[in-house]
Structures are given as structure tokens and as C-alpha cells.
């Protein structure tokens, strides 16, 4: 088991900055602004060949409401660690804060490194005398944000594991299908992630835009492997104005991009906005294999939900290939069958159909229903074959494809899907024009090929002629 290093502080001291040069990446969100991280973020930091693994943590504070959740958050964090590094503000000095945590820290008893953050062009000794007050002999002037001294400290943190500790494999922390769980803010993508967890893994507060950052999470489910990935709730850009929530959102759509399936989380109460539309074009657009959750269903009584199934009918008839289910993540019902259709989609989205199958297929959809000619040409379609997985892309080949209507793309999509049970993910329809290889060569003809045109054109002069004179 790797090592586990925990960074905590009260808000912005720079954990996220030290956190992203650390693991080498740009994963948690950076900004110039108090209690930006909520959320436990996990990563790898290769130092000295050996890999530990990071948690980035929220800031600890006295607050009551989203910020005593962020501060419980914080130290599970601590609770899971090997070893602590408690960022202060060498610019700011010592505060009241940093005083009661230090005093929690000394009771957990675990390995306590206080990193004097933001110390660039200071005396270091003189920064680094003031932090002895608080009881942690280990004391390390640095900066995250231009590197200076965080060698020196990490050099002395890595000397609490055993090299049989530290493991040399730097494997992902993710593993298994990739599952976002987007919606709009406050559907309920944090409290399902948490049911699915069975532990309050991911901040979930009453509050739309509680959760700010893409965070991954290892789940297991039935003894399969998959990482779950918690977001930001997306809202109209002509709502969007805060520059924190518009970086959110690029991280939402960025695990989008990165997932496997997506589990699309809707209000039942709320019904189907426009919003939501916008961002179920989005999951089509990239191919991801689709699974829509209707969230706080048990709230709504039966004349409700005869109204929202009349909804989804006529709203989402251009997404039917996706599996919908009605939930409460808060009371758990629904819940359990998720994560077996996430894997059921998730493999059907990655299978692999024979050519000779797929063009059987073709030629069976076009003697029942042949594609429109175009300019009283017929377009013909020869074979097809796969061209590519998640989504399942079929390659058909014939002449004048270009020309075949998107409504007959459809239709040949939807004859795949239905022979090859393919549930839940889209299905690309690429077409591709065959091509004459002797187009634009010029023939050219043997002396005796010539002699005998001429020949020929001589006879048929004569014969012109001999029309001609009768």
C-alpha cells in the first residue's frame, strides 16, 4: 500500500498550488480566493522513484454549514494519512487558526510537517522562527507556487516510510470504467455519489454550486473495478458570470471527455429545462455510453409521475437508446441497479462485431428498404465493417455515399441497434465513397490498337456514305 500524504491548512495557504506542482498536473482548481477546494482530491507524487499518494484537502475553519462539512472533509483526510503537511501563510504570519489546528494535528498522532508556504524572498530562518510556537518540531520554509524549499521538506517527509512502504509502480490512481455523474447544480450528483459509496465521500449541501471541482474516486461494485467521477453542476452560460464556476464547468466537461459512460442525473421535480437538453446533446456529441438517472422520485406522488413519464417520452424520443431509471439517492431507492447497467452499457459500447456479420446486416437493411437514388442514379452500398468503439463506429462502403440523406443514416443505425442489441451508447454511421483507380488516366493504345481504329473509322465512313448516296 502506497503511503498517504495529507496537505491541510486553513483556506489559502496555497494547498492546491502545492498539491498541482507535486503530482505534476493542473487537477485542482487554482485561484486567488478563499475555500476554493471542498472536496478530498487524491493524486500521485513521484519523488526519489518511489510513489506516494497526495490528498489535497479544503481549508479548516470554525464555520457551521458547507464550511464545518469542508472542515470534516479535512480531517478524514488526516485520519487517513501516514503523514501531515500543515500549510501556513509565511506572509500573513501566525494566526489564531493555525494555532487550533496545530492543536487537533498534535492529538491525531500522526507525522507533522509544517510547511511555511509563500516564503520567496524571505530570510528563511527568520520566517520559520515564529512556527515554533506551535509545537511541531519540523518546521520548513517554501514556496508551492515557485518550488523553493519544497525539496528540502519533502526529503525530510519521506523519511518517516520504509522503502518496502513507498511502492515504485506509478499506476493510476483510476481504474476500471470511468463514470461521470453530471446534471445541472443541485439535482442530487453528490448525495448519489456518497450512496454509492455507502460513506460521505463528496461534499453534499442544499446549496446549488456546492460542488466546484471534477473530483475521481475508485469505487469497487460486485467485485468490478470503476472510478466514479463527482462534478460541478452546469448552469446556462447567461447565468455563469463567477470565473470559479466557469472553470468548474470546463472540468465537467473535460471528465466528460475523459469518462467511459455517463450517468446524467435529472430533478423529477423540476422537470426537464432546456439546460438539461443542452448538456444531453453534449454526452451524444462525445459518444459516451449514456444511462439517465430521475432523481427524487419517491417525493412525487402519481399523477406526478404519469406527467414526468409523458415528459421524458416526448422531450428525450432522440435519446431512446439511453436507459432511464427513477431513484432517490437520498433514500437510496433505485440506486442499486445503477452500476450493473453502467457495466452492461459500458461493455456494449466497446464490443467487437465480425465484417462479414455487419455487412449481412447491410445488405438485409437495404433489400428491405434501399437508400433514395439521387439524379435517377442508384446509390449502391457495397459492405461495412467496424471502424472504431466507444461508441461503436460502422464503416459502410459504396458509391455516392455522400449523397445518402441523415434520415436514412438513422435508419441504418437503428437497424444495427436492434439486431446487435446494442443498449445504451450511440452508434456512428460513417460512410465512405469507393472510387474508380483508373480515374483521370488516359488509355493509351499499341500501334496495332491504332491501325486498327483507323480501320474501323474507315469502315464506318464507307458506310456513311453509301447511306448517304441512296
Given amino acids: 500500500m502506497k503511503p498517504v500524504i495529507a496537505l491541510v491548512g486553513r483556506p489559502n ?45 479544503g481549508g479548516i475553519s470554525h464555520e457551521d454549514g458547507i464550511g464545518g462539512l469542508i472542515t470534516e472533509q479535512a480531517y478524514l483526510a488526516i485520519e487517513e494519512s501516514n503523514a501531515v503537511v500543515f500549510l501556513v501563510d509565511g506572509r500573513a504570519g501566525l494566526t489564531p487558526a493555525d494555532v487550533d489546528i496545530a492543536q487537533r494535528l498534535r492529538e491525531s498522532g500522526k507525522q507533522i510537517f509544517v510547511a511555511v508556504n509563500k516564503a520567496e524572498g524571505m530570510n528563511k530562518a527568520v520566517i520559520e522562527a515564529e512556527f515554533y510556537s506551535l509545537g511541531i518540531e519540523k518546521v520548513f520554509a517554501c514556496s508551492g507556487a515557485h518550488g523553493d524549499g519544497v525539496g528540502d521538506l519533502f526529503d525530510e517527509v519521506i523519511q518517516t516510510f520504509s522503502s518496502s512502504e513507498a511502492e515504485l509502480d506509478p499506476a493510476n490512481l483510476t481504474q476500471g470504467a470511468k463514470v461521470a455523474i453530471v446534471g445541472r447544480p443541485n439535482v442530487g450528483k453528490s448525495t448519489l455519489v456518497n450512496r454509492l459509496l455507502g460513506e ?59 469518462c467511459n459512460a455517463v ?87 466497446r464490443k467487437n462485431f465480425a465484417t462479414n456479420m455487419l455487412t449481412k446486416i447491410l445488405e438485409d437493411a437495404v433489400v428491405s ?13 457495397r459492405y461495412a465493417h467496424q471502424g472504431g468503439q466507444n461508441p461503436p463506429v460502422f ?27 446494442i443498449d445504451g451508447t450511440p452508434i456512428k454511421i460513417e460512410f465512405k465513397s469507393s472510387k474508380n483507380p483508373f480515374e483521370g488516366r488516359k488509355n493509351k493504345l499499341t500501334p496495332n490498337q491504332m491501325r486498327k481504329r483507323k480501320v474501323q473509322q474507315l469502315i464506318k465512313q464507307k458506310q456513311n456514305r453509301k447511306k448517304q448516296s441512296k
Fill in 395 to 421: 464503416v459502410i462502403h459504396g458509391n455516392q455515399t455522400e449523397k445518402i440523406p441523415d434520415s436514412y443514416r438513422r435508419f441504418l443505425a437503428n437497424i444495427f441497434r436492434k439486431i446487435l442489441k
Fill in 13 to 57: 495557504v496555497g494547498k492546491s498550488t502545492l498539491f498541482n506542482r507535486l503530482t505534476k498536473s493542473r487537477d485542482a482548481l487554482v485561484a486567488d480566493e478563499p475555500g476554493l477546494t471542498r472536496d478530498r482530491r487524491y493524486g500521485h507524487f513521484h519523488f526519489d522513484n518511489q510513489t506516494y499518494i497526495l490528498i489535497d484537502t
Fill in 263 to 349: 450517468i446524467l442525473v435529472l430533478d423529477a421535480q423540476q422537470g426537464i429545462s432546456s439546460q438539461d437538453a443542452s448538456l444531453l446533446g453534449y454526452v451524444i456529441e462525445s459518444g459516451k455510453a449514456l444511462l439517465i438517472a430521475i432523481n427524487k422520485w419517491d417525493n412525487l406522488n402519481k399523477s406526478a409521475k404519469d406527467q414526468v413519464r409523458k415528459e421524458l417520452d416526448r422531450k428525450l424520443a432522440f435519446v431512446d437508446y439511453a436507459s432511464v431509471h427513477f431513484i432517490s439517492a437520498l433514500h437510496g431507492s433505485g440506486v442499486g441497479k445503477l452500476m450493473g447497467v453502467v457495466q452492461r452499457i459500458y461493455e456494449a459500447s
Fill in 200 to 258: 460521505e465521500r463528496v461534499l453534499a449541501f442544499d446549496m446549488p454550486g456546492t460542488t466546484r471541482d471534477s473530483i475521481y474516486i475508485p469505487f469497487e461494485h460486485h467485485g468490478r473495478h470503476f472510478t466514479l467521477i463527482d462534478t460541478a453542476g452546469v448552469r446556462r452560460k447567461s447565468r455563469v458570470n463567477d470565473k470559479i464556476e466557469k472553470f468548474s464547468i470546463v472540468k465537467t466537461l473535460q471528465a466528460i471527455e475523459s
Fill in 369 to 381: 428498404h434501399a437508400p433514395p437514388s439521387v439524379g435517377g442514379r442508384k446509390i449502391k452500398l
